[in-house]
């Protein structure tokens, strides 16, 4: 069984930075993509970052590109979401998402492992 579970959100000013962490469990392989998405209630889901963990690729939103860095810890089996001069409109919550999929395919949604959400607040 495949397990995400975040942590690092928060309540910040804009300009600060928060860090945000997904360890995951239950991959038998490496061929899967995890990554972030948020979302605002009442609002639709958005990408924001992922990694293809078997060649190390990252892709980014353009929302957040240049702001926010996404790494990873292959021994502990964690990705890290580094958000650097976090805006009001950066708010929402931060779902971890994991599936055996491509870059494209997770973009798309073809996830089913996501965690339970972490909370970021930016306010102004």
């Known amino acids: 069984e495949v397990q995400l579970a975040e942590s690092g959100g928060g309540v910040v000013q804009a300009g600060e930075s928060l860090r945000l962490s997904c360890i995951a469990s239950?991959?038998?392989?490496?061929?899967?993509?995890i990554g972030w998405f948020r979302q605002i209630p009442g609002k639709e889901r958005e990408e924001v970052s992922c990694?293809?963990?078997?060649?190390?690729?990252?892709w980014y939103s353009d929302s957040i590109k240049g702001r926010f860095t996404l790494s990873r810890d292959t021994a502990q089996n964690t990705i890290y979401l580094q958000m650097n001069n976090l805006k009001p409109e950066d708010t929402a919550i931060y779902y971890c998402?994991?599936?055996?999929?491509?870059?494209?395919?997770?973009?798309?949604?073809?996830?089913?492992?996501w965690g339970h959400g972490t909370q970021v607040t930016v306010s102004s």
């Open positions: 990694i293809s963990w078997s060649d190390d690729v990252t």
């Open positions: 239950g991959f038998n392989h490496d061929d899967y993509t």
């Open positions: 998402a994991a599936d055996v999929a491509t870059i494209t395919g997770w973009i798309n949604g073809f996830i089913s492992n």
